[in-house]
């Protein structure tokens, strides 16, 4: 037989499917909320990106897939912004019923509608491949289409949660740290290789108790008996079931069909429990869905240039590199989950907020690879307050801008820390993430026009540089409709864009429900978030006043609108808010683009807030 036509039978195999080649400047791998950050952020800053996403949809353990609740930074003025709070503003809006399949469509209409980026759904990453040490592509196969997919990047960005770029050979944590190794006195004496568990969550409908009918539990369910430590505790109200956790002393990611199975056994029988009780107590609730696939908490994490300690988050974490802020409680959950016979969490008390530094983003050995998510590198204390949602969220932002970075100076994410910090930094706050002990800095523009407004002379409070609520002062201009702000200079000047934040109530819980009411509620919009807008500018200072842009149902919080008009004076109409009563409040309005390079101004810390929830009380995640 001719050489050239001999082929081996993985060959054949392999050859039997249509093969995909994709070019991009950033692959994000993961579509969890910090993934679909982490692809917003990277796109939205030029880089052409694509988003590989194992699942049929998107959120991760935020999708109507799992269905757990984002929970973030304690404290009413500490709340999460950013690429985040956009999106569940957006979920208000189209989703006023906060209907699970609905926030899927919402997540997923954001990286549809995002210009630069390229969504792969349904596609799991299964290989890699390597060029001098660096990341060159990742190989995926495409469940539904049947194909190979290759994506070719200079960035990579790890959102996948179980850290499947661990295949370029990163150095990696897993499991629990030994008291020693980083002086933590939460962790345990030694070190071990057991972690937080999976939980499969469910979610119950209040309905009439005469209705009731006895739940009939399959075969295979467990019967949680009377004397087990958890029976008497056992409710329908007032939680997402986030304590329905085993796997923590296997293996959550190889042993996770065996711990789904284990989950599902358990799931219905805690249910079959609750609804059956002699007492009534689920006499009026219905079970209206029950998970099929566990959420996790822990697994692999990689090694980074730097790690994140308990120790630090105990103590504020006020790094000059923080790229980002943390404020749950740290939130350990016992290995043996569900069968410990303690309490199923224990919660050690953590500042919220406190300041989370640029190292623990990317890999100390493979020079373009980026994490976010809860596989950042952390120890497993640490990771257990940084594991929530909304912080994985701003993680992901971070990630993203500072990946796109790395493309525009053609550099890789040593480099951007040592070197671009803080243009990284003015970035994520110019995009709605917070930073801790800084103001954002102003453009020139903003700094140098007179201020003014309709609704009060006190205005200054627009460029304070603080764009939320801080330790009593709202820094915030209170405006109603047909109020204006007005920003004007001695000569003409180029305008290039106009940057607006309001007030959308970030004290305000946006997250999704544990449990469905028996009517039908719908949630509202920020009363103080303005609706509708008009932007006019001046040419000269004797001319008339021209309308330039109408803004209709805006329903974000940061909005920044591009202009390229040249004028002596702009000037911001307020026509409506989202409510005829109350007060329509302005953080920010500013003109032009700050000195990217400028280093951050320092502000005080904010008055640290602790949540010393009590053991399996209160949410949990």
């Known amino acids: 037989m001719n050489e050239s036509l001999r082929c081996t039978s993985e060959q054949i195999s392999e050859n039997a499917f249509p093969h995909e080649q994709h070019d991009a400047d950033v692959c994000v791998v993961g579509g969890g909320m910090a993934g679909i950050c982490a692809a917003l952020a990277a796109a939205r800053a030029g880089a052409r990106t694509v988003l590989i996403q194992d699942r049929s949809m998107l959120g991760g353990n935020a999708s109507s897939e799992i269905r757990m609740w984002i929970c973030g930074a304690h404290g009413p003025d500490y709340k999460e912004g950013g690429i985040l709070e956009e999106l569940q503003l957006a979920n208000i809006l189209h989703n006023p019923g906060l209907q699970y399949s609905l926030w ?125 430590p958890r029976y008497a505790h056992l409710t329908p109200s007032g939680h997402n079931f986030w304590w329905l956790e085993l796997g923590g002393q296997d293996d959550t990611v190889g042993q996770a069909d065996a711990i789904r199975d284990e989950l599902m056994a358990l799931a219905l029988g805690v249910w079959a429990t609750i609804k059956n009780h002699p007492d009534g107590r689920g006499h009026g609730w219905k079970l209206e869905w029950v998970g099929s696939l566990p959420g996790k908490r822990e697994s692999f994490r990689y090694v980074g240039a730097h790690t994140l300690t308990e120790h630090e988050v105990a103590s504020g974490g006020n790094f000059p590199d923080r790229i980002a802020y943390g404020g749950w409680s740290m939130d350990d959950h016992p290995p043996g989950g569900f069968d410990h016979r303690g309490d199923p969490t224990q919660f050690h008390a953590a500042p919220s907020p406190y300041g989370i530094p640029a190292g623990i983003l990317y890999s100390s050995q493979v020079p373009n690879l980026w994490c976010a998510g809860r596989n950042i590198s952390a120890t497993h204390m640490a990771l257990s307050s940084t594991r929530v949602m909304a912080t994985c969220a701003m993680l992901g932002q971070a990630a993203g801008n500072g990946a796109a970075l790395a493309v525009a100076a053609a550099c890789d994410a040593a480099e951007v820390h040592t070197k671009q910090l803080h243009r990284w930094q003015n970035i994520l706050m110019d995009s709605d993430q917070w930073l801790p002990g800084f103001t954002k800095a102003l453009p020139g523009l903003t700094q140098t026009a007179q201020l003014s407004s309709s609704a009060s002379d006190e205005c200054e409070v627009l460029r304070d540089g603080i764009e939320r609520r801080l330790d009593g002062h709202r820094h915030a201009l209170d405006c109603q409709a047909g109020d204006w702000v007005e920003l004007r200079w001695d000569s003409p000047q180029d305008l290039q864009r106009l940057r607006v934040v309001g007030d959308s109530q970030l004290h305000r819980p946006k997250r999704m429900p544990c449990s469905r009411p028996d009517d039908d509620h719908h949630e509202a919009m920020p ?59 302005l953080h920010a309005l500013e003109v032009g683009e700050p000195d990217w390079d400028q280093a951050p101004q320092p502000c005080p810390w904010p008055e640290p807030f602790y949540q010393h929830g009590k053991p399996g009380r209160g949410p949990a995640a």
């Open 527 to 585: 009363a103080p978030l303005w609706r509708h807008a008009r932007i006019c500018i001046q040419e000269d200072p004797q001319g008339s006043w021209h309308t330039i842009a109408e803004i209709c149902d805006n329903s974000q919080r940061c909005r920044i609108v591009p202009l390229r008009r040249r004028a002596c004076a702009l000037r911001f109409h307020i026509l409506a808010g989202w409510t005829e009563e109350g007060p329509i409040r």
């Open 104 to 228: 899927d469509a919402v997540l997923y209409d954001a990286v549809r509608r995002c210009d630069g980026l390229q969504t792969i759904l349904s596609c799991t990453v299964c290989g890699v491949a390597m060029d001098q040490g660096r990341l060159q592509s990742v190989r995926a196969w495409h469940l539904t289409r049947q194909c190979w997919i290759t994506v070719t990047a200079q960035q990579f960005i790890d959102c996948s949660g179980d850290s499947v770029l661990r295949a370029s050979g990163a150095a990696m944590r897993r499991g629990r740290e030994g008291r020693d190794e980083f002086q933590e006195s939460l962790a345990p004496e030694k070190a071990d290789r057991q972690t937080m568990g999976n939980s499969i969550l469910l979610q119950l409908r209040r309905s009439n108790p005469s209705h009731h009918r006895p739940f009939r539990a399959p075969p295979w369910a467990r019967e949680i008996a009377p004397d087990h």
